[in-house]
């Protein structure tokens, strides 16, 4: 199933030297391959977000420069069998002009760094990822040593999303990627052999409100490894997408917007590509996660919700893959930053 967007085979610099956004930059890739040059302050915005997820439980972190602002958080949802309803565990940190948060230009240069209320490190390992923080919370100290492996060959999708020659996303989307460690709450350590870890890198120039919606999911299903990277709304009209499905770590890119339809977001979601049956995939939550900040400059509304994919992905020989109960989540945010 092809699709109208121009795939990127080779390294090439994200902005011009006058900080501007290189026409030759704006396509997709499935290796991340764009030079992160970005310049100028106050509307850029850089960011590594990381979940972690198994069947019963899952973890994520992020850590995120604005320039004028950094936000680190972590948060960890336990829904096991054990528990009639989930319990999250959530750390925010807000660090005025981005003090105590390093990242790199581009994915994997080097380590991502967060220091004060939350310390992580994020750091590049012979093939993974190696994901660590530590805080306090009112349950005790939550600790995390995490592994995200990258196995070789393994597509991942890399796309850059322009709304004009000023303000322009670069984000880097993996899914399915195989992960292992553990997580500490106080006396409580939670298990991530059989994980899965997606990650969204990303870099840019971004305008003042956005609004999005993001899905991702990854596991075993149909006797395959499927990852599922579903965005929205920010990127219409544009001329890109951010949606791929990855299958046994092959990409297959799907440039067309998806329809959102959530009438009520404790409801089943259905997701699906309206001119064909690429995707035609029901999401049923069974935990909502709700997140405000109201820190001035920034402020944020985000309803994420966790639960499982089924329905049909095709592949891009059309091939039909079953998606029966994938893990994952999926949001609806609206942001002023």
Same mark, same amino acid.
């Not at 069998?81 to 999250?88: D, I, L, Y």
């Not at 060959?153 to 303000?167: A, I, K, M, N, Y």
């Not at 899914?175 to 298990?191: F, I, K, Q, S």
């Not at 001329?239 to 959530?262: F, P, S, Y």
């Given at each position: ?191 991530? /052999? !059989?994980?899965?870890? @997606?990650?969204?890198?990303?870099? +840019?120039? $971004?305008?003042?409100? &956005?609004?999005?919606?993001?899905? *991702?999911?990854?596991?075993? /299903? !149909?006797?395959?490894? @499927?990852?599922?990277?579903?965005? +929205?709304? $920010?990127?219409?009209? &544009?001329?890109?997408?951010?949606? *791929? ?93």
């Amino acid at each position: 199933m092809p699709t109208h967007e121009k795939e990127i085979t080779a390294p090439v610099d994200l902005c011009t030297p006058d900080g501007r956004l290189n026409p030759a930059a704006v396509g997709w890739s499935r290796t991340p391959l764009h030079r992160c040059n970005l310049r100028g302050w106050g509307r850029t915005k850089r960011w590594e977000y990381w979940c972690v997820t198994t069947p019963t439980h899952l973890v994520a972190l992020t850590v995120s420069s604005l320039d004028y602002l950094a936000l680190t958080s972590v948060y960890l949802l336990d829904y096991g069998p054990h528990r009639s309803t989930p319990r999250e565990t959530s750390v925010t940190a807000l660090s005025p002009l981005a003090r105590g948060v390093r990242l790199p230009r581009d994915l994997d240069a080097a380590e991502t760094l967060a220091t004060g209320r939350i310390n992580a490190r994020i750091t590049p390992d012979h093939g993974a990822t190696r994901l660590r923080f530590d805080c306090r919370t009112p349950h005790g100290p939550l600790t995390a040593d995490l592994a995200a492996v990258l196995p070789a060959g393994h597509e991942t999708l890399s796309v850059v999303v322009p709304w004009d020659d000023r303000r322009f996303q670069y984000t880097s989307k993996h899914t399915a990627r195989p992960a292992h460690g553990t997580v500490r709450l106080g006396e409580t350590v939670y298990d991530f /052999t !059989d994980a899965w870890a @997606v990650l969204d890198h990303g870099r +840019g120039r $971004w305008p003042y409100s &956005t609004h999005w919606h993001w899905g *991702a999911a990854s596991g075993r /299903t !149909d006797g395959h490894t @499927v990852g599922l990277q579903l965005g +929205g709304t $920010w990127t219409r009209g &544009t001329g890109m997408t951010e949606n *791929a499905v990855c299958v046994d770590g092959r990409l297959t890119k799907i440039g067309t917007e998806l329809r959102w339809h959530h009438p009520d977001n404790s409801r089943p979601w259905h997701l699906s590509t309206p001119d064909s049956d690429q995707v035609d995939l029901v999401f049923t939550p069974f935990h909502e996660r709700v997140d405000s900040t109201d820190a001035v400059l920034l402020r944020n509304h985000t309803r994420q919700c966790f639960g499982h994919y089924s329905g049909t992905v095709r592949t891009d020989d059309g091939t039909p893959i079953r998606v029966d109960r994938l893990l994952g989540w999926a949001e609806e945010v609206r942001m002023r930053w």
